[in-house]
């Protein structure tokens, strides 16, 4: 992939360090002052709407969306558009009813995997706790690999050295906060994203006003909107089960289900985050339809890109990165944290460890964190690391 090196190597490098230490410097000045294992994993089940809400999204949102849509909808038509964004927020839905439910029968519980321990037994709970351990772990691959070849897009830095930053920024306030630590520093990671995203898709629109519409795609490439495109119904399907389905087994969000302050908090939190996470996702598949009509050699992970960087504007550029920083560094507090309560609540089921199960999910997400860096330095596509 080419490097279109608006931002300086030197810069960017201080830009994402700098970003990097004001999450770690506030995610540990936070929580230090809550301390104990509740608050560690479901942050004392004190969490009100607007972090809630925050966190949700932040959650879901990584750097992914900058690739993957787009990606997806220069060979998947609109219905991959409408599966991605649907697939995406579907989840959040559903937890409304499920979410209130578990409470309830399981008030004490910290994870899905303890509840389906519980309820159907140790075989059925140790091949569902593999698989989402899984999941999650190549999600952190993926959010890494994005945020690592979307500065080196910008500006020529070599993925190692990006991947490297945000992964050991992320561990270090993460494993000493635990889930307060990645909720306050969710909130501040949303407010930044919500705002870049708006202005940076402001410029967007600008670069593209005479062909961002509909009847733009029908008249240069009319298959990705025809009903008889296979695809478009395939792609869709696809894309909603495979994303909706895995995000329902994301412990991020059962821990932030069990984190909130009642019911109604959580009901009014998910339901934000549902409405908030369509439009965004959806717009940016859009953008690869836009793409792929206007240049139909473009490169699928770089639609959106094709479309943002017709003009080389260094505070755009640098807005980017930030945003691009914020989304991955949200996403992989999560997962890192969610990995942790498992082995923390379930790794006695699976492993048998003399010592403390709080220290071994330390050793064991650094250990995950080191296959992460030397995965992401490869620069894989995102697409392909999801599916």
């Keep these: 992939m080419e490097s279109i090196n608006i931002l300086s190597q030197s810069s960017t490098i201080i830009l994402t360090l700098t970003l990097s230490i004001i999450f770690v410097t506030s995610g540990i000045y936070y929580s230090r002052k809550y301390k104990g294992l509740n608050n560690y994993l479901v942050a004392n089940r004190n969490i009100g709407a607007f972090s809630l809400t925050a966190s949700f999204v932040s959650s879901a949102l990584g750097a992914w969306i900058l690739f993957g849509p787009a990606s997806a909808a220069t060979w998947g038509g609109i219905g991959a558009v409408i599966g991605y964004s649907l697939g995406t927020a579907f989840p959040l839905f559903i937890l ?27 075989q059925l709970f140790k091949l569902i706790l593999f698989l989402t351990v899984f999941y999650m772990s190549i999600f952190l691959i993926a959010e890494v690999t994005a945020v690592s070849i979307l500065v ?36 501040i990671q949303f407010i930044i994203f919500i705002l870049l995203l708006i202005i940076v898709l402001s410029y967007l629109i600008s670069f593209n006003s005479d062909q961002l519409s509909f009847a733009f795609i029908n008249l240069n490439k009319p298959i990705l909107l025809s009903s008889e495109y296979v695809p478009n119904f395939t792609a869709g399907l696809t894309f909603f089960i495979a994303v909706a389905a895995t995000n329902l087994f994301h412990q991020g969000n059962w821990q932030r289900v069990y984190a909130a302050k009642n019911n ?25 339809l836009i793409a792929v009509s206007a240049d139909s050699g473009v490169v ?65 997400i650094i250990i995950l964190s080191v296959i992460v860096f030397i995965v992401a330095s490869k620069g894989l596509s995102i697409l392909y690391l999801f599916y």
């Design 96 to 122: 409304i009813y499920l979410g209130e439910n578990f409470r309830k029968a399981f008030p004490k519980s910290k994870t899905l995997i303890e509840v389906i321990r519980l309820k159907f037994g140790k």
């Design 152 to 187: 080196k897009y910008i500006s020529g830095t070599n993925l190692w050295i990006t991947a490297l930053i945000v992964v050991i920024s992320s561990l270090v306030y993460t494993l000493y906060g635990g889930l307060r630590a990645s909720i306050f520093t969710d909130s």
């Design 264 to 288: 109604y908090i959580l009901k009014k939190s998910l339901l934000f985050s549902f409405f908030i996470i369509i439009p965004i996702v959806f717009f940016m598949g859009f953008s690869g």
């Design 300 to 364: 699928p992970d770089l639609a959106f890109f094709s479309l943002l960087f017709k003009e080389e504007v260094l505070t755009l550029s640098v807005m980017v990165v930030v945003l691009g920083i914020s989304l991955t560094i949200s996403s992989i507090d999560t997962l890192i944290n969610a990995i942790s309560s498992l082995i923390i609540v379930d790794g006695n089921k699976v492993i048998k460890f003399k010592g403390n199960y709080f220290n071994l999910s330390n050793y064991l």
